[in-house]
């Protein structure tokens, strides 16, 4: 099955800067990888998302970067603020073909990130 | 709308009690899923129904019994659980065409006593 590992396990940054959290994947089959957010006690929220035929993608201060040769994608903040802290999720999973795992979530352990104003 | 509903939003129950919980969306997805979560961790998988057909069980104690009444709708009921089931339950929904976004309801924070 998949297996998709995240660094770091803790990130603080000061306001202003820049965050960066790395995922690797290890299931060639995999063709989309959501990243989510997650406030303490909230649910998990879906901010951003790509899929394998596109290299990056942005949404204002958030980006995402796919090496699909590599096998890695990153998640890039900018301009970082306080309400970004939370714990970030990458994950993998294949929507082509059948089988009970289509569509599946296959997550990182998490980033614990911490922004300090 | 991409909003996902869980009731209770707290539960706590003892080892000997029978309880359910509830989900419900209304955004046509035809994939919904049962997770549970633990502090600081990943949601860890525990049931995917595939247009309302039981498509992944991964190996969960038979204490959680899951229920796919209806495409919007998805209960958890649970029995005799552990101290150790005491975690944060999650139901999310998907498209399993086109579109695979996955959006999580709010959850139900379980305490077994």
């Known amino acids: 099955g998949e297996n998709v590992e995240q660094h770091p396990s803790t990130l603080s940054v000061q306001e202003g800067d820049s965050a960066v959290i790395k995922c690797t994947y290890s299931?060639?089959?995999?063709?989309?990888f959501p990243w989510y957010k997650q406030e303490l006690g909230k649910r998990p929220q879906l901010i951003i998302d790509?899929?394998?035929n596109v290299g990056e993608k942005k949404d204002q201060r958030i980006a995402v970067t796919l090496n699909k040769t590599a096998k890695h994608f990153s998640l890039h903040i900018t301009e970082t603020q306080p309400e970004d802290s939370a714990v970030y999720f990458c994950?993998?999973?294949?929507?082509w073909g059948r089988g009970s795992t289509l569509g599946r979530l296959y997550f990182g352990r998490g980033t614990q990130l911490t922004v300090w104003p | 709308d991409t909003e996902v509903t869980q009731t209770p939003k707290h539960l706590v129950m003892g080892m000997t009690n029978k309880k359910s919980l509830k989900c419900e969306q209304h955004?046509?997805?035809?994939?919904m899923y049962w997770y549970k979560q633990k502090a600081k961790k990943p949601p860890e998988l525990m049931f995917v129904?595939?247009?309302?057909?039981?498509?992944i069980n991964e190996s969960v104690p038979s204490r959680f019994s899951p229920e796919c009444p209806n495409s919007s709708l998805l209960n958890l009921h649970l029995h005799a659980l552990q101290p150790e089931d005491s975690a944060l339950y999650l139901c999310?929904?998907?498209?399993?065409?086109?579109?695979?976004?996955?959006?999580f309801g709010p959850g139900t924070r379980l305490t077994v006593t």
């Open positions: 999310a929904s998907s498209q399993l065409t086109r579109t695979y976004e996955q959006y």
């Open positions: 955004m046509g997805h035809r994939a």
């Open positions: 129904y595939s247009y309302e057909k039981l498509s």
């Open positions: 299931d060639s089959a995999s063709n989309y």
């Open positions: 790509i899929r394998s």
């Open positions: 994950a993998a999973s294949h929507t």
